[in-house]
């Protein structure tokens, strides 16, 4: 007899079988964790509108609040040269471009909106693809309190920002 070098086939196809299991159990943990993970971070994006809305109605009081991301970002990707109530450069440049799937912000799109004459504002984030990269949305308004609904399905940002209402009826964030 001779001796045998290598592996059987058969060894081969049970070590095979051995990862696919391991991978089974372990890709959806690893997406679940990763949506998690977009769903934090559009959560301190939402903070960081609030901050810029703040910042940017005490900067330009009779501006009132920004009605939209560009006026709180800057003009370029670059930086911004001097800030003024088109282009106040409170916000980063990614997040001042996160308002649709293709450039969204760590799969989150994001909108805000002036609301009452400019003495308000709304802010909301959702998931660019829902059940991918996350499956809630989150809004905040004048008050400051971070809000949430677990969707069904992607809904844009700005069913959030129409109105204080639209906003406040969610879950606040605890």
Do not use: H
């Not at 086939?9 to 696919?20: G, N, R, S």
């Not at 809305?53 to 006026?71: D, I």
């Amino acid at each position: 007899m001779r001796k045998q070098k290598g592996f059987s086939l058969i060894e081969l196809l049970i070590v095979v079988a051995i990862i696919l299991i391991i991978a089974a159990i372990a890709i959806p943990n690893l997406l679940r964790a990763r949506m998690a993970a977009n769903e934090s971070s559009a959560v301190a994006s939402i903070r960081t509108l609030n901050t810029a809305q703040v910042s940017y109605q005490s900067a330009y009081p009779t501006t009132g609040f920004a009605a939209t991301l560009a006026n709180l970002g800057p003009t370029s990707a670059t930086g911004c040269a001097t800030p003024n109530s088109t282009t106040a450069c409170l916000i980063d440049w990614t997040l001042t471009k996160a308002t649709a799937a293709a450039t969204s912000k760590n799969g989150y799109i994001f909108n805000v909106a002036s609301l009452n004459g400019a003495t308000g504002y709304a802010a909301a984030g959702g998931a660019a693809t829902w059940n991918q990269t996350g499956v809630r949305s989150f809004c905040s308004i004048e008050d400051g309190v971070i809000r949430y609904a677990v969707e069904t399905g992607t809904k844009a940002p700005t069913s959030y920002t129409g109105s204080s209402a639209a906003c406040t009826a969610l879950t606040p964030l605890q």
